[in-house]
């Protein structure tokens, strides 16, 4: 079993920047493709951002050039850095592990971002 924590949500301002978290319990982190996925009010949740254990990225179109994932397998964590931050942004933020078959997700980091 395999727990995700995610941290580092906040109320900011417009253009303003965040810094998310996500720890990773257990020992098969650095063979786990990592992502975050974000779900505002009345919408569904979608992807943000994903990286694999060689280090790939992908992003939404609606976050490239101003977002970041990073993952430092020695700390079993994966980062969003999340710059130029507008109100279409604010949601609850979900970290996501998939390894095999096997999908995990935490529990979310609430973004807000005002205008």
């Known amino acids: 079993q395999v727990q995700l924590v995610e941290s580092g949500g906040d109320l900011v301002q417009a253009g303003g920047s965040l810094r998310l978290s996500c720890v990773a319990s257990?020992?098969?982190?650095?063979?786990?493709?990592m992502g975050w996925y974000r779900q505002a009010p009345g919408k569904e949740r979608e992807l943000v951002a994903t990286?694999?254990?060689?280090?790939?990225?992908n992003y939404a179109d609606s976050v490239k050039g101003r977002f970041t994932i990073s993952r430092d397998n020695a700390k079993n964590t994966i980062y969003l850095q999340m710059n130029s931050l507008k109100p279409e942004d604010t949601a609850a933020y979900y970290c996501?592990?998939?390894?095999?078959?096997?999908?995990?997700w935490g529990q979310g980091t609430q973004v807000t971002v005002s205008s």
């Open positions: 996501k592990a998939t390894w095999s078959f096997y999908n995990y």
């Open positions: 257990g020992s098969i982190f650095n063979i786990m493709r």
């Open positions: 990286i694999s254990t060689g280090g790939n990225t």
